[in-house]
């Protein structure tokens, strides 16, 4: 109201294609509406009854008058407000004219306070109309309109819009699923805001558009959880293991520390009994040249534990491993061997008895391509079917009972994880925030 009594707006009653039309282009100037010389208490009178809804959709805007010959084609008396007798899912029905990006902007930005508003390359020929609003309106002090590159991660879709048909065509479980590039997702996935700030620090800003390899933001996550994390064991895919010449009821708690770089953070205590859980993959049948793991006759370090052979494998009608019947070594407790023998294997693993169930869910990249909009932007066709994995019959050390939503850990050996907020007293549910090496670089770099 202030501009239109001010003359510097003005209702307009023409049709939007004859808006458009006497916008003119680059090669001629814009003509001048038969309204825009309406006098201010008209133009007043119009606006107040396009707000109060008595005119309908399509049949008046309200449009700034700037100049109609200007080169920067925005400044061509751009729309302010149209009516919309929509109804709006926070106000309801009380509103029915609508403001523009170009006019809320600037208005938005000085009525909460912004003093600089970052914005991407694409709105540098936006600002300025910015500027014009904000001089006209004399608001002081003024923000100010800075654009910079956008922040494009390779692997990975951050346009709204696209993630919106995400969610709508259910490929994900939400704007929260710790797949999306939504700080809710990332935040349930287990990112920390010191790794993401770590990250934007490195890449810095940018005048011009470019691609980040998303591998610089796994790198900053892993150093900062590597850092905070405490440790702990868990078996995503158990495989039982009898140790045959361990006595039947007895455990022995073997001393764990929480973080092998952080004395301070203490330990805790592994109960060792004589029926265990480790890793499936973690035993071969028949094993190739360098493996360490465990085998028919092979001996291994169960970590922090002590050192087991395996003698004999339980197998089902199809040959598949169901059980491990092996022998510990009593001298060997807490992992290494009084003789000093040398042992190469090392694996984790879990009492039976006393590990705790959990649900993993695995997350991995969302997207099989570096550029999911590249070529005919069918960026649906690149999802990743396998990003998400979800197990069931999972264990892990009993101190995760009771964990809390948000809390994190190392699993040795297999990643860092976080507690789930789907986690019940009687349900632990685990997710996968990332692994402990770059298994995409290797797998790109065998293919290559």
């Known amino acids: 109201e202030q501009l239109v009594r001010e003359g510097k707006a003005y209702v307009d009653s023409q049709s939007l294609e004859d808006i458009r039309k ?60 149209r009516i919309r ?6 106000t309801g029905d009380a509103w029915c004219i609508y403001p523009l990006y170009d006019w809320a902007h600037g208005q938005s930005d000085a009525i909460e306070g912004v003093t600089h508003s970052i914005c991407t390359l694409e709105f540098q020929n936006h600002r300025g109309l910015y500027e014009w609003f904000l001089e006209a309106l004399r608001i002081d002090p003024r923000p100010r309109q800075i654009e910079f590159g956008r922040l494009n991660l390779s692997f990975t879709v951050l346009s709204k819009r696209f ?29 920390t805001a010191e790794a993401i700030r770590a990250f934007c620090e490195r890449i810095g800003v940018s005048k011009r558009d470019g691609v980040v390899d998303v591998t610089l933001l796994e790198h900053a996550l892993r150093e900062d959880l590597n850092a905070r994390s405490p440790r702990v064991l868990g078996v995503l895919r158990p495989l039982k293991v009898t140790l045959e010449n ?40 028949e094993p190739p040249k360098k493996w360490f793991r465990l085998a028919p006759d092979r001996e291994v370090r169960l970590r922090s534990g002590c050192l087991i052979t395996c003698r004999e494998v339980i197998r089902d009608a199809a040959g598949v491993p169901t059980e491990l019947r092996c022998t510990w070594d009593p001298d060997s407790l807490g992992g290494t061997p009084k003789d000093g023998r040398k042992v190469k294997g090392t694996l984790h693993w879990v009492s039976a008895a006393h590990s705790h169930p959990a649900e ?54 297999m990643g860092y994880y976080c507690v789930d907020p789907d986690t019940t007293p009687e349900r632990l549910v685990l997710n996968r925030t990332i692994g402990l090496a770059d298994s995409w670089a290797k797998i790109a770099k065998a293919a290559g």
């Open 360 to 413: 993993v869910r695995l997350y991995d990249r969302l997207f099989t391509t570096e550029d999911p909009m590249g070529g005919d932007g069918d960026f649906m066709r690149h999802l990743n079917p396998t990003s998400l994995e979800v197990l069931g019959e999972s264990r892990v050390e009993r101190g995760l009972a009771g964990a809390e939503p948000g809390g994190r850990w190392q699993l040795e050996r």
């Open 85 to 90: 007798k929509a109804h709006h899912w926070r």
């Open 246 to 285: 361990f006595p039947e009821g007895q455990v022995l708690d073997v001393e764990a520390p929480l973080h092998p770089e952080r004395p301070e953070a203490g330990s805790r205590k592994l109960p060792l009994t004589r029926e265990l859980l480790i890793e499936r993959d973690d035993f071969m049948l």
């Open 22 to 81: 006497g916008r003119g282009d680059f090669h001629k100037p814009g003509a001048e509406s038969p309204d825009r010389n309406r006098s201010p208490d008209d133009n007043l009178a119009l606006l107040r009854r396009m707000r109060a809804g008595e005119l309908p959709d399509g049949s008046h805007v309200l449009r700034a008058k700037i100049d109609m010959a200007s080169t920067d084609l925005k400044l061509r008396d751009p729309i302010m407000y």
């Open 163 to 191: 993630l919106q048909e995400m969610v709508a065509s259910k490929r994900v479980n939400g704007w929260d699923d710790p797949r999306m590039p939504t700080l809710a997702g990332l935040r349930r996935r287990g990112y």
